[in-house]
């Protein structure tokens, strides 16, 4: 069932990845010779970005290109440059849950009435070259179910590493509408 279930992932993030892969190709830099050695340091570098009390500022490199058009947005909005943006949201360390939402800079919400099982932030792991790609695994409230119904979901980020440095980010955020009159989920995250 595990297999299945992997597979199924694999498959969803595929198909949600599309929206990121619009924004650019995203493939291996040309002529990649990356030692084994190399790409597991890569792949250290962009699990560090969820490590708890990270310092996440020492991780990105000034070139930081990114790919969430949330945050594309909020850094246009701002004049701000992506890397400039990512040190305004991201300049202390990690809060929150695995994967991303409340805890990607913004403290999280009040706990409030049932909560979700923990997830896994580093679910699933995997490098080419200078891209490493993470699934991280959540549990969500079923919107059309009793509180403490919860269902599990899989989101990614995928980074661009060199020379030990984020220097490219994807995700599959969307622009989300405002929040409705008491309150939702907080924007970026958008379906995953």
Request: glycine fraction near 14%; include cysteine.
């Amino acid at each position: 069932m595990r297999a299945f279930n992997i597979a199924i992932v694999a498959a969803g993030i595929v198909l949600s990845a599309g929206q990121a892969f619009a924004q650019g190709v995203v493939a291996p830099a040309a002529g990649c010779t990356a030692t084994p050695a190399q790409i597991e340091a890569n792949k250290k570098v962009a699990m560090a970005f969820f490590a708890p009390n990270a310092d996440r500022l020492t991780l990105a490199d000034p070139t930081y290109k990114q790919h969430n058009p949330a945050f594309l947005k909020g850094g246009k909005e701002a004049g701000l440059s992506d890397y400039e943006y990512f040190k305004s949201r991201f300049g202390g360390p990690r809060q929150g849950g695995p994967g991303g939402g409340a805890g990607r800079g913004q403290p999280p919400p009040a706990a409030t009435g049932p909560q979700p099982p923990a997830g896994n932030p580093l679910e699933i792991v995997m490098a080419e070259c200078d891209l490493v790609t993470i699934i991280h695994r959540n549990n969500r409230q079923d919107p059309t179910a009793a509180a403490g119904t919860f269902y599990e979901v899989f989101t990614f980020d995928t980074f661009r590493v060199r020379n030990g440095k984020l220097v490219e980010h994807w995700d599959g955020a969307v622009i989300n509408p405002p929040a409705a009159a008491g309150g939702a989920p907080g924007a970026g995250r958008g379906a995953q």
